[in-house]
């Protein structure tokens, strides 16, 4: 259950005095998710969802809410934050950074085929240039400073089969990242985390998936675009099982992306180099949420091994289909 923090009745309509929605119709708690306390608040002005940060502090929201604001504005379908009566786009409540976006329509895909990774790549290459004009700039805090910044405490719990692994990899990505080709790589505010979780679709059987639009913008950051579309392949065109990438896929959402910002030179060149810094990206923060110890362990953390097998498979098997330019 992710309501980490209960919120009451009469509270909840001292805090929506604030805005200018309405009269409350509907207020329940969102059982998934494991950062934040979520809620779905319909109100006479519509269909919304409430969110109290359980972990970012007032001073860190501004980044993510603007962009989502922008994205929306430029008609990307993300959350769009409400602003309150006094033109904020978060206050407090319960003594916590809380925010009140729109609903997005639809459900979870999470075996999704080529259809839904076609509107994916349309969608992250929409993203992607929409954010060009962006004001605000952050990096993305998930990066390769974070990484070497916690590797040395990672060492200790690590086969020396995975250690090795980790250092060479460090180093390739070090060395990638300090490259001209790599200076070069077009980049701006990227989602960093979209995995078929964080994409909503709307699906009947008469037509073809739809997607309601992406969410969860709290790991976004300025990055290279092609790291945002490396996540989005290494979770979206993959079995599974192996983390090897399935080639129907991961076609569907190269053609969508690049029909929409075809891929620069030095991009194609970079492409399996990129998916592998997009898989260590997500094995080192998985094994640091599993070993770092926890206050509350109110959820079990994601398996790192699910990273490391992904991370091998793409040194092994660098991807057949290239990204042409
Ligand atoms: N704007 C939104 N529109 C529709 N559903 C949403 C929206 N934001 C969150 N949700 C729902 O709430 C759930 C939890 O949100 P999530 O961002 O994953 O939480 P957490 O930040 O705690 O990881 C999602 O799986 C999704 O079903
Ligand atoms: N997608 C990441 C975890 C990020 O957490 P989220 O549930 O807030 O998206 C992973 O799978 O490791």
Not at 131 to 138: I, K, M, N, T, V
């Amino acid at each position: 259950m992710a309501v980490f923090t209960a919120i009451g009745d009469a509270e909840l309509r001292r805090w929506l005095a604030d805005y200018s929605l309405g009269d409350v119709l509907s207020f329940e708690g969102i059982a998934s998710g494991i950062e934040n306390s979520n809620f779905f608040l319909t109100t006479t002005a519509g269909a919304y969802v409430l969110t109290i940060f359980e972990k970012l502090a007032a001073h860190e929201l501004p980044y993510y809410l603007e962009l989502m604001r922008h994205l929306a504005s430029h008609r990307v379908p993300v959350p769009d934050p409400i602003p309150r009566r006094d033109g904020a786009l978060f206050g407090l409540l319960a003594g916590k950074p809380a925010s009140i976006v729109t609903r997005l329509a639809g459900r979870a895909q999470l075996a999704p085929d080529a259809r839904h990774c076609t509107e994916v790549g349309t969608m992250l290459a929409r993203a992607h240039l929409a954010g060009r004009d962006f004001a605000l700039a952050q990096p993305n805090l998930r990066s390769l400073d974070w990484w070497l910044s916690v590797a040395p405490a990672l060492h200790t719990h690590l086969s020396p089969a995975e250690r090795r692994l980790l250092d060479a990899e460090l180093a390739t990505q070090q060395a990638f990242f300090a490259s001209a080709d790599y200076a070069r790589l077009p980049g701006g505010p990227c989602h960093c985390d979209l995995f078929r979780d964080n994409a909503l679709f709307v699906e009947d059987d008469h037509a073809p998936p739809r997607l309601g639009g992406f969410f969860d913008y709290y790991f976004a950051g300025n990055d290279k675009w092609l790291f945002d579309l490396a996540v989005t392949a290494n979770d979206w065109c993959i079995d599974l099982a192996n983390g090897a990438l399935d080639a129907v896929r991961l076609d569907a959402l190269l053609r969508a992306y690049q029909a929409v910002r075809p891929a620069t030179t030095d991009e194609a060149r970079h492409w399996p180099t990129m998916l592998r810094a997009a898989a260590l990206r997500f094995w080192v923060s998985r094994l640091y949420d599993f070993h770092r110890p926890r206050a509350a362990a109110l959820l079990t953390p994601h398996d790192p091994g699910h990273f490391e097998r992904i991370l091998r498979e793409r040194i092994a098997h660098p991807p057949t289909r290239p990204l042409t330019a």
